[in-house]
């Protein structure tokens, strides 16, 4: 093997190792249950509603990289009759860590239990899906993004993800609560459940 092939290759495998102390470590130095609060706020400018992590958060480094959080809620603005526009009873993913270096994604698990959904539209004819994503009030809005390369050419470089695979995806218990207050309906879609194995 030429000099130049093993100098490379040695250079991924201390990167490979890098990453990985990094990931075993990060819990050990990171206490993630006191940046809670941060992790609230920095996902509500994100999101444009309030987030509200109840349960404890749990991640796991090696040889699946994931988190699990339990207790989850996105808030609705004002003005509507629910409190939350989600609630999850869990979530939880783990990804495979090695192949996510050469951009290829493995899901070992990407689940989502007792999902509650709630998509409601007041009198005026507003709904709770308005303004999703967009950022407060008194954030500056963020500059358009310049317009796409072209993906078939490879200009730009393209999606960073190669492939994507997934073992298991499942959704549990799920339940949708569709309430038009103009209307004076209110609709209930319950016990949903899907489970998928296997996907790529």
């Given at each position: 093997?030429?000099?130049?092939?093993?100098?490379?290759?040695g250079?991924?495998?201390?990167?490979g190792?890098?990453?990985?102390?990094?990931?075993?470590?990060?819990?050990?130095?990171?206490?993630?249950?006191?940046?809670?609060?941060?992790?609230?706020?920095?996902?509500?400018?994100?999101?444009?509603?309030?987030?509200?992590?109840?349960?404890?958060?749990e991640?796991?480094?090696?040889?699946?990289?994931?988190?699990?959080?339990?207790?989850?809620?996105?808030?609705?603005?004002?003005?509507f009759?629910?409190?939350?526009?989600?609630?999850?009873?869990?979530?939880?993913?783990r990804?495979?860590?090695?192949?996510?270096?050469?951009?290829?994604?493995?899901?070992?698990r990407?689940?989502?239990?007792?999902?509650?959904?709630?998509?409601?539209?007041?009198?005026?004819?507003?709904?709770?899906?308005?303004?999703?994503?967009?950022?407060?009030?008194?954030?500056?809005?963020?500059?358009?993004?310049?317009?796409?390369?072209?993906?078939?050419t490879?200009?730009?470089?393209?999606?960073?993800?190669?492939?994507?695979?997934?073992?298991?995806?499942?959704?549990?218990?799920?339940?949708?609560?569709?309430?038009?207050?103009?209307?004076?309906?209110?609709?209930?879609?319950?016990?949903?459940?899907?489970?998928?194995?296997?996907?790529?």
């Amino acid at each position: 093997m030429p000099k130049v092939l093993k100098w490379i290759l040695g250079i991924l495998v201390v990167c490979g190792v890098m990453v990985i102390t990094a990931m075993l470590l990060a819990p050990v130095f990171f206490n993630l249950e006191k940046m809670k609060p941060r992790i609230e706020a920095e996902a509500a400018k994100v999101i444009g509603r309030p987030l509200t992590l109840g349960g404890k958060i749990e991640p796991s480094v090696f040889p699946w990289v994931g988190i699990s959080l339990a207790d989850v809620h996105l808030g609705n603005p004002e003005g509507f009759s629910q409190k939350d526009f989600v609630a999850l009873g869990l979530f939880e993913v783990r990804v495979k860590l090695l192949p996510l270096l050469s951009g290829q994604v493995v899901i070992k698990r990407f689940v989502v239990k007792e999902p509650r959904i709630v998509l409601e539209t007041t009198k005026a004819g507003r709904s709770n899906l308005e303004g999703l994503g967009s950022p407060k009030a008194d954030q500056p809005p963020a500059s358009p993004a310049p317009f796409p390369p072209d993906l078939k050419t490879g200009d730009g470089g393209g999606l960073p993800i190669k492939s994507l695979k997934a073992e298991e995806f499942a959704v549990v218990g799920g339940h949708v609560l569709m309430i038009d207050q103009a209307a004076g309906t209110r609709q209930v879609i319950d016990a949903i459940n899907l489970t998928l194995t296997n996907l790529s």
